[in-house]
């Protein structure tokens, strides 16, 4: 059974940090594709980063580059997203998906999800 459990969410102020964690298990974690995503209340779901767990390749929203770093780790099946410089608009709930090929941040060419962390930053 394929199974993604994020972790890692909460209340911080802007400018602060937050790591989030992305378990994974239940498929060859090393062909996939890790790619985080955020939904805010009334919002589209977007992505926000994601990483091939093949060659390490990494692409991130507009937005969040140069505060946020996705990484990887293999031995653990485990995906991280360390968000710094934390903004108001950075609060949604986070949810971490898999994808079997290619890597890119369109949800729907995603085949796993995860039931997401809520992470919200106070002004």
């Known amino acids: 059974e394929v199974q993604l459990v994020e972790s890692g969410g909460g209340l911080v102020q802007a400018g602060g940090s937050l790591r989030l964690s992305c378990a994974a298990s239940?498929?060859?974690?090393?062909?996939?594709?890790i790619g985080w995503f955020r939904q805010a209340p009334g919002k589209e779901r977007e992505g926000v980063s994601c990483i091939s767990n093949s060659d390490g390749g990494t692409y991130y929203l507009d937005s969040v580059k140069g505060r946020f770093t996705i990484s990887s780790d293999n031995a653990k099946n485990t995906v991280y997203l360390q968000m710094n410089s934390l903004k108001p608009e950075d609060t949604a709930v986070y949810y971490c998906?898999?994808?079997?090929w290619g890597m890119g941040l369109d949800p729907y060419e995603y085949d796993y999800w995860g039931q997401g962390t809520q992470v919200t930053v106070s002004s």
């Open positions: 239940g498929f060859t974690f090393d062909d996939y594709a």
């Open positions: 998906a898999a994808r079997g």
